[in-house]
């Protein structure tokens, strides 16, 4: 029995990514075994023959609908649909691009397909994967098009996915729409062995310092920042704490006057 409740109602209804039959998810690579990182019979969860396969990357099909649910044409269609007419440009055919409001030549846009990756619609939230050299683009397109309008960047965040080969850093962009009360996200995904990403700074200002807590956190290098330098650790600090492979403890801390030891040094009252 479903619930009644508006949101719980949209995240069941939203989920537009295509199921998989058991045929289908065997043929997928292993990503990992177990849980919680166990590799011995530590591993009390219960969880030790569990088996994760890694998810293919597809795009939502059509319908998108919209934050209730999907199960007809709404309001990410219309979205979808005047990103892909603005991409294109007025009149232009499909052999052509057209730059952005406002843009270099260096920003001429590709047709929607080359410029977005993949759309992917899970409850209730609609997000665009953008190719890293056409972010600065679709992210002044997004702003500046009448039928968008998506004037505010309410914060830029990291993922980190170490077994996502070619993409384990994610940057994540939240767009809102104070015109038309609207939210989406732009995705760009670059490795670790190439960590840059460019900066939105020019086209929104408020993305300065969300970008630099993610390359503090993360690592990820935003071309073209005006200060990328750190904004929570210690200007010395090795690596960024939140990637999954950086260590989980036994890391000193040291403070004015004192220093706290790491956890795997402190004394036990067990």
Same mark, same amino acid.
């Given at each position: 029995?479903?619930?009644?409740?508006?949101?719980?109602?949209?995240?069941?209804?939203?989920?537009?990514?295509?199921?998989?039959?058991?045929?289908?998810?065997?043929?997928?690579?292993?990503?990992?075994?177990?849980?919680?990182?166990?590799?011995?019979?530590?591993?009390?969860?219960?969880?030790?023959?569990?088996?994760?396969?890694?998810?293919?990357?597809?795009?939502?099909?059509?319908?998108?609908?919209?934050?209730?649910?999907?199960?007809?044409?709404?309001?990410?269609?219309?979205?979808?649909?005047?990103? *892909?007419?603005? $991409? #294109?440009?007025?009149?232009? +055919?499909?052999?052509?691009?057209?730059?952005? &409001?406002?843009?270099?030549? /260096? =920003?001429?846009?590709?047709?929607?397909?080359?410029?977005?990756?993949?759309?992917?619609?899970?409850?209730?939230?609609?997000?665009?994967?953008?190719?890293?050299?056409?972010?600065?683009?679709?992210?002044?397109?997004?702003?500046? *098009?009448?039928? $968008? #309008?998506?004037?505010?960047? +309410?914060?830029?965040?990291?993922?980190?996915? &170490?077994?996502?080969?070619? /993409? =384990?850093?994610?940057?994540?962009?939240?767009?809102?729409?104070?015109?038309?009360?609207?939210?989406?996200?732009?995705?760009?995904?670059?490795?670790?062995?190439?960590?840059?990403?460019?900066?939105?700074?020019?086209?929104?200002?408020?993305?300065?310092?969300?970008?630099?807590?993610?390359?503090?956190?993360?690592?990820?290098?935003?071309?073209?920042?005006?200060?990328?330098?750190?904004?929570?650790?210690?200007?010395?600090?090795?690596?960024?704490?939140?990637?999954?492979?950086?260590?989980?403890?036994?890391?000193?801390?040291?403070?004015?006057?004192?220093?706290?030891?790491?956890?795997?040094?402190?004394?036990?009252?067990?």
């Amino acid at each position: 029995m479903s619930s009644q409740h508006p949101e719980q109602k949209a995240e069941q209804a939203a989920d537009q990514l295509p199921a998989h039959s058991a045929e289908e998810r065997r043929e997928q690579p292993v990503v990992r075994t177990g849980m919680f990182g166990a590799k011995t019979t530590g591993d009390t969860s219960g969880y030790g023959g569990l088996v994760v396969r890694q998810s293919p990357k597809v795009s939502a099909p059509r319908p998108y609908g919209g934050p209730a649910g999907a199960a007809e044409a709404g309001e990410f269609d219309e979205i979808a649909d005047e990103l *892909e007419r603005a $991409l #294109r440009g007025p009149g232009s +055919s499909p052999e052509e691009a057209q730059r952005g &409001p406002g843009s270099s030549p /260096a =920003e001429t846009l590709p047709l929607y397909g080359d410029a977005i990756e993949r759309v992917v619609i899970d409850r209730g939230e609609m997000t665009f994967f953008v190719r890293r050299e056409h972010l600065l683009a679709v992210a002044r397109t997004m702003r500046d *098009e009448p039928s $968008l #309008r998506f004037e505010l960047c +309410s914060g830029v965040s990291g993922v980190h996915y &170490p077994r996502d080969t070619g /993409a =384990e850093l994610h940057s994540v962009v939240h767009l809102l729409s104070i015109t038309r009360n609207r939210r989406v996200r732009l995705e760009v995904t670059c490795p670790d062995a190439d960590p840059h990403v460019p900066s939105l700074v020019p086209v929104y200002p408020t993305s300065d310092w969300h970008e630099r807590e993610t390359y503090d956190f993360f690592g990820i290098v935003y071309d073209g920042h005006p200060a990328l330098t750190r904004i929570e650790m210690p200007d010395d600090w090795v690596g960024h704490p939140q990637r999954k492979d950086y260590p989980l403890g036994g890391i000193p801390v040291e403070y004015r006057g004192a220093e706290i030891p790491p956890p795997d040094e402190r004394r036990s009252y067990t």
